[in-house]
């Protein structure tokens, strides 16, 4: 089975983030915009754990996601629960919606499945016609350190309820020529009614931090703000500089 087939078992790997995820949301619109509500986008929203949150927080939230299951399963997780947000099918790649935010974002690596720079291009200019003037984009994904392994692998479990899941990222290509990676993510559930096994091998565009630089000074609608890192503490940015692996990206539309 394909991850992105079973968008609730996906989030489960990553629903130890979303509270801090969330808290970084909120903490990021009251620092730089002064803001205790707003109107948010998010882009790349899966089975939709951050659209659920955000919308329980009180925020007037929009999502989509280019796979009609996710979409999908994001609406249904919010009328569970009766809570209200605009879900939608469209590509991060090239979108146009009927209104402006305050706020978009897009974390945990999505970003990097525009895998060539025209697509990441016409991504960033999309989100800022998204975008109210002054509104923020919050971007998070890895850097490439120069002395980084080419072929890695990170596993990790958590457990939720009766289930456990174990999560693995595994390189299998690597070419910093192509600035591609071929990275398989493989889920293992175990329930009490059985065990689940899922994999999806994704092509990904690999960035240091110049390239990125690079990118940004094409899309001049964006002014880079400040840079953190996943433990997404405010208190604590960082340089953009080769140094820097896991980042949060907060820009903001001129």
């Excluded at 509500?37 to 955000?54: F, H, K, N, P």
């Excluded at 525009?114 to 800022?128: F, G, K, P």
Aim: some cysteine; proline content about 4%.
């Amino acid at each position: 089975m394909d991850c992105y087939d079973s968008p609730a078992l996906w989030d489960l790997a990553f629903s130890d983030e979303t509270k801090p995820e969330a808290d970084f949301l909120q903490q990021v619109l009251a620092h730089y915009l002064k803001r205790t509500t707003a109107s948010v986008l998010e882009i790349g929203c899966g089975g939709g754990r951050q659209v659920v949150e955000m919308a329980r927080r009180g925020f007037d939230v929009t999502a989509f996601d280019l796979s009609s299951v996710c979409v999908a399963e994001t609406r249904r997780q919010l009328k569970r629960r009766k809570l209200a947000a605009t879900v939608l099918q469209a590509d991060m790649a090239d979108f146009q919606l009927p209104q402006q935010f305050d706020l978009a974002h897009c974390l945990v690596n999505t970003f990097r499945h525009l895998i060539t720079e025209d697509a990441a291009r016409l991504h960033l200019q999309s989100v800022a016609r998204s975008l109210r003037p002054g509104g923020l984009y919050v971007l998070g994904f890895h850097l490439l350190p120069p002395d980084a392994l080419e072929l890695d692998c990170e596993r990790w479990t958590i457990l939720h309820g009766k289930r456990r899941v174990t999560t693995t990222v595994r390189v299998l290509d690597f070419s910093r020529k192509t600035r591609l990676e071929t990275v398989r993510f493989s889920l293992k559930v175990t329930a009490p009614a059985g065990v689940v096994r899922l994999s999806s091998d994704h092509q990904l565009r690999i960035y240091r931090a110049h390239q990125f630089r690079t990118l940004l000074r094409t899309v001049p609608e964006f002014q880079l703000l400040d840079v953190y890192d996943f433990c997404y503490e405010l208190s604590e940015s960082f340089p953009l500089n080769d140094q820097l692996g896991d980042a949060v990206f907060i820009l903001q539309k001129q």
